[in-house]
């Protein structure tokens, strides 16, 4: 049984992808044995041939269709040995030290912990992969700067000890859990398409009174936006599901007035302070940025008419939304 299962979920982010199991290829480390696993997710491009070819040491398996993040994930962990998981975006390159870093804390951890570790930039750039959990003072950037007005407060700074950041979630682009704790957390939530599902699941481990770690002295690159940014389409699409997840994050974990008061903001927020920047995209189709705002209204008008009609805040492309009754 290797110590480690290393599970990427890609979806055509294959010159990326080629760098991270670059980078994982040469790690022969003798303080931890791993294996690694590629779940692609359906990119039915003839790609995936190459790279069993090139890479006859690692595990590929196609998902049956481009069922999400969190689909891809469970089913990485379901055809796994080890007894440690380290979920990892394909637009990363690891280091052996990093690995072994987040392996050694996350045996000492309470039950039902997360661990992760500083994320660096291509031109060495610091990046901030963790953040609050959602509510009403840190829903939008206006309700953030509305209540930094009246209360005067700075942006909250997340405990620091040691070589350790706790913050509310980390991103799920580099994410270490023990196997039981991941079984005991269960797994993460394929209600999610793309986008807050990481936030969902370090939200239920905090639930079980796990630690939701940063380590200070482990570091790995990533590089956003491999798969999610191949064109304007996919680019409108993507930045959609975002503003769709948030609600599908909300319907769950929050109830009552809370919940009422949250979706309608993100509604206005969305729909009428987004109707103008819109309109621009439309009569301004020739400049890129514009005319992807454009495309992300349409689609969030097409999502709120669905959501009338359906009655589930899930995204069309949830894998579950079909047994939504």
């Known amino acids: 049984m290797p110590d480690i299962s290393i599970i990427i979920v890609n979806y055509r982010g294959w010159n990326r992808l080629s760098q991270c199991l670059d980078s994982l290829t040469v790690i022969k480390d003798s303080r931890f044995s791993h294996e690694v696993i590629v779940v692609d997710n359906c990119s039915n491009d003839g790609q995936i041939a190459n790279f069993r070819k090139i890479y006859p040491e690692f595990s590929f398996i196609i998902n049956s269709g481009n069922s999400g993040f969190a689909n891809g994930c469970n089913l990485g962990a379901a055809n796994s040995h080890g007894a440690f998981f380290l979920f990892l975006n394909p637009d990363t390159v690891v280091n052996a030290d990093a690995l072994f870093l987040m392996l050694e804390e996350a045996r000492v951890r309470k039950a039902y912990s997360v661990i992760s570790c500083r994320q660096i930039k291509e031109n060495g750039s610091e990046d901030r992969p963790y953040g609050k959990f959602l509510s009403l003072s840190t829903l939008t950037g206006w309700l953030r700067a509305l209540c930094k007005m009246f209360s005067g407060s700075q942006i909250k700074v997340f405990e620091q000890t040691g070589n350790f950041i706790y913050p509310d979630w980390v991103s799920g682009s580099v994410v270490m859990v023990?196997?039981?704790?991941?079984?005991?957390?269960?797994?993460?939530?394929?209600?999610?398409?793309?986008?807050?599902?990481?936030?969902?699941?370090?939200?239920?481990?905090?639930?079980?009174?796990?630690?939701?770690?940063?380590?200070?002295?482990?570091?790995?690159?990533?590089?956003?936006?491999?798969?999610?940014?191949?064109?304007?389409?996919?680019?409108?699409?993507?930045?959609?599901?975002?503003?769709?997840?948030?609600?599908?994050?909300i319907s769950k974990h929050e109830t009552g007035m809370t919940a009422f008061c949250m979706h309608a903001i993100l509604i206005l927020d969305n729909i009428l302070f987004g109707l103008l920047p819109a309109l621009s995209g439309a009569l301004l189709?020739?400049?890129?940025?514009?005319?992807?705002?454009?495309?992300?209204?349409?689609?969030?008008?097409a999502y709120y008419l669905n959501v009338l009609k359906s009655e589930t805040w899930l995204s069309k492309r949830s894998v579950n939304y079909p047994l939504i009754k």
């Not at 495309?295 to 008008?301: A, D, E, K, N, S």
């Open 178 to 249: 023990s196997r039981i704790s991941f079984q005991g957390i269960g797994g993460w939530d394929d209600d999610f398409w793309m986008y807050f599902e990481d936030v969902d699941f370090c939200r239920r481990a905090n639930l079980n009174n796990g630690d939701i770690v940063i380590l200070k002295n482990a570091v790995v690159e990533h590089n956003h936006g491999g798969s999610s940014r191949i064109n304007k389409r996919v680019t409108a699409l993507t930045k959609t599901e975002v503003n769709i997840s948030r609600h599908v994050y």
């Open 285 to 301: 189709f020739f400049i890129k940025d514009l005319n992807i705002i454009s495309r992300i209204y349409i689609q969030l008008i």
